[in-house]
């Protein structure tokens, strides 16, 4: 199988997924029976359709980099958000929807999680430093950076949009467009120091590197809630 071939049978599976994933709501979410049964057919071909591709792999050993596994940010941003939607939804109803400041703070608390998988999957493994030297390595399953993937991207459904919604809310209308920039701004600078961590990449265990993310998260998800009673009060005014 060629590059361009496998890069193409591994987007056509995630649209399968997706797929899948949606018919799935759908049937509970449709009201009439010929929409629930369309539904079922199409989640059940899309299910068929992935087991045939799994089968036709064979026993031929697959070469996986790491940069595939950025597919699956997006991947789980699309499959998740009717999950936390209908999640939303149903906390709604009964009247018990977190306020968007308090997402925020779950959210950084999962995110801390996220890096946690990563902590316990780094345990034992040398640092970069030394395997550059020679240092033997053990194996670790791609389930730890796919699970990693899973729990940041749900809590990015907690932050982002989230952070957005809360911005617009608080802006004065005049400087609205301005803050929701600066909100960009922010983020871009975030993300810009993250390379910090990159900093410290090979000489620190790597288990010690994903506690820094660990205590970073719980210490923003603490310091969210410590305030939370005036955020919540600025998004009534």
């Known amino acids: 199988m060629t590059g361009l071939s496998r890069i193409l ?11 899948a994933v949606y018919g799935a709501f759908a049937i509970f979410q449709s009201e009439k029976k010929r929409s629930k049964l369309i539904a079922g057919l199409v989640t059940l071909a899309s299910i068929v359709a992935l087991i045939f591709s799994y089968r036709s792999l064979g026993d031929k050993p697959v070469t996986l980099l790491p940069q595939i596994f950025q597919q699956f940010n997006p991947f789980f941003v699309v499959a998740l958000t009717p999950v936390s939607m209908a999640v939303f939804g149903a906390l709604a109803a009964k009247g018990k929807e977190p306020s968007a400041p308090r997402k925020i703070g ?9 890096f946690l998988i990563m902590v316990f999957g780094s345990l034992g493994l040398p640092t970069p430093d030394a395997l550059k030297e020679g240092a033997t390595f053990q194996r670790v399953t791609p389930n730890v950076l796919i699970s990693t993937y899973l729990v940041l991207t749900f809590a990015e ?31 871009a600078i975030g993300n810009y120091m993250v390379s910090i961590i990159g900093m410290l990449w090979g000489g620190l265990p790597l288990w010690v590197l994903w506690s820094i993310l660990i205590a970073l998260c719980v210490i923003s998800a603490v310091f969210i809630f410590s305030i939370m009673k005036k955020l919540e009060n600025a998004t009534k005014d």
Do not use: D, H, R
């Open 106 to 114: 779950i959210g950084m608390f999962i995110a801390a999680l996220g």
């Open 157 to 187: 459904l907690f932050l982002s949009p989230m952070g957005i919604s809360f911005v617009s809310k608080v802006a004065p209308p005049k400087y609205k467009g301005m803050m929701m920039g600066l909100w960009f701004v922010a983020t």
């Open 9 to 19: 049978a591994n987007v056509l599976n995630l649209v399968l997924i997706i797929i």
